[in-house]
């Protein structure tokens, strides 16, 4: 029978809050490599383990030698991002579809005696028949027979990727390759070998080489997940990493660029041609050094150490003098070489006379050290997400008033408890420039302090263009203790 609804009484809606933007994670590093198990289509490829780099690039190639010293480090760091550098011209390549265990039975491919399929290769339509199987005992095999009838093009079985790839023989631009189909006769094979559309991968043509800052500026326009940066290669020029170095000091989202150098001139206090000299003299603050003569990817362990801090944790933060590289040997130098190196802000790994050994002095090509770059980088962003979130969440709007801006305010404050809470910021005497109610030379009990001028004091251009006042922040950096005096005065 008819009813009223009760919603004509009681009307209850449900309003869900957007899900709050999130921030960035400064503990990710890109290894960039010319290794070409990585296809130039795919470009980056994300590893949580060392042993699933050793997986897909087997224990010498120089990508996994630089993960090996990143996930070395202790505490373990969580995350790391290969990139593929197209160093030299790259050639086409299918990769076939995952093949299920039951489809990797070789069962299916012992009683083919006259297989056939079709596939172009570089603008060639290759028909291939009377495919035969029956001899084969795994899927290598099968493979092989392929290679044979293709006479020229290569196929192989990954098995790492349960599946069939097929690679032009010919390199750059014009080396392409096309899904695989039926040829209409004999037995067709190319969907048994997961090569056809809609299951293989899209075709993944050649390119032709490009400069190493070609490709650092292509991986930032792709992917805005790492922010650390290393290169696993040895051929890069002082010009070529320059050139990353310059991109990476403005590019937006904020980064840091790692480099080794094992040139025995960074020892010379009086050279002027080496790497460390020459960034020096650049003042990039966001690209630093290490030298060292054992390890080419030495400064991978560097990031390893760094990017295991929690910035949300209490008392997380650290400095990286004093902290160890596993793996990596540690130098043996005499002061006028670790004056020289430390003249230059270039770091090392070394030995002390206390049968101890060190990074030293973790710092920045311009001499800034390595964990305020870091903590300020992650600050930056936190403080923009969190003021974002403010209004972003918000079920109603933010209103242009002090009580609205406070509510701004109260975000910021909140952010900055946490740089204090982790120790990248503490109580200290303000030696910056006067603003609000705040004075030179004042100390800043909290660590920090925000100020919001009223809003009647903004333009009615602003006001009107619905800008909230220009927010302020003075934030006072703990440092850290790497130097100490100690004076003993004995009387008897």
């Not at 000299?277 to 990031?303: M, V």
């Amino acid at each position: 029978m008819p009813t009223l609804a009760v919603s004509d009484v009681v009307n209850v809606q449900i309003v869900m809050s957007p899900t709050a933007a999130a921030t960035r994670d400064f503990g990710a590093l890109l290894i960039l490599g010319s290794s070409s198990v990585i296809d130039t289509n795919e470009r980056i490829r994300k590893y949580s383990t060392l042993d699933a780099v050793a997986s897909d690039f087997g224990t010498s190639a120089p990508e996994y030698l630089a993960a090996n010293l990143f996930f070395s480090q202790s505490p373990q760091p969580a995350e790391l991002y290969i990139g593929r550098w197209a160093e030299a011209s790259s050639s086409a390549r299918l990769n076939g579809g995952a093949l299920s265990i039951a489809q990797q039975a070789m069962s299916n491919f012992t009683s083919i005696t006259n297989g056939s399929m079709k596939i172009t290769v570089d603008g060639t339509l290759k028909t291939l028949s009377a495919l035969n199987f029956s001899a084969e005992t795994n899927l290598n095999g099968v493979a092989s027979v392929i290679t044979t009838a293709l006479a020229g093009a290569t196929c192989v079985w990954n098995a790492n990727y349960s599946r069939f790839e097929i690679t032009s023989p010919t390199t750059g631009a014009t080396s392409t390759l096309t899904y695989a189909s039926s040829t209409g006769s004999g037995t067709d094979v190319s969907a048994l070998l997961g090569l056809v559309t809609g299951v293989a991968s899209a075709p993944v043509g050649g390119i032709v080489a490009e400069s190493l800052l070609t490709c650092v500026t292509n991986l930032a326009s792709i992917s805005a997940d790492w922010y650390g940066l290393l290169v696993a290669d040895t051929s890069p020029t002082d010009t070529d990493l320059l050139g990353v170095a310059a991109f990476i000091e403005g590019a937006s989202p904020s980064r840091i660029f790692g480099i080794t150098t094992q040139a025995a001139t960074a020892l010379d206090p009086v050279s002027t041609t080496d790497l460390p000299y020459k960034l020096k003299a650049a003042n990039y603050k966001r690209t630093f050094c290490q030298y060292s003569s054992s390890s080419a990817y030495a400064a991978a362990s560097i990031f390893g150490r760094a990017f295991t801090v929690d910035f949300q944790g209490n008392n997380t933060t650290i400095t990286l003098k004093f902290k160890q590289e596993p793996g990596v040997t540690a130098e043996s130098l005499n002061e006028t070489q670790a004056k020289a190196l430390k003249a230059k802000n270039c770091n090392v790994f070394v030995n002390y006379n206390n049968d101890t050994a060190i990074i030293q002095e973790g710092v920045m090509a311009n001499g800034y050290f390595f964990d305020e770059v870091h903590g300020l980088d992650w600050l930056q962003n936190d403080l923009q997400t969190a003021v974002f979130n403010a209004l972003y969440t918000s079920q109603t709007k933010t209103p242009q008033t002090d009580r609205g801006v406070n509510r701004l305010v109260t975000a910021i404050n909140d952010r900055m408890e946490q740089s204090v809470n982790n120790g990248l910021c503490a109580p200290g005497q303000w030696s910056g420039p006067a603003f609000g109610a705040l004075q030179t030379g004042q100390y800043l009990a909290a660590g920090y302090y925000t100020y919001a001028p009223p809003v009647n004091s903004q333009s009615q251009a602003n006001r009107e263009a619905r800008k909230a006042p220009t927010l302020q922040v003075a934030a006072k950096l703990a440092g850290a203790v790497h130097f100490a005096n100690v004076i003993v005065n004995v009387n008897r």
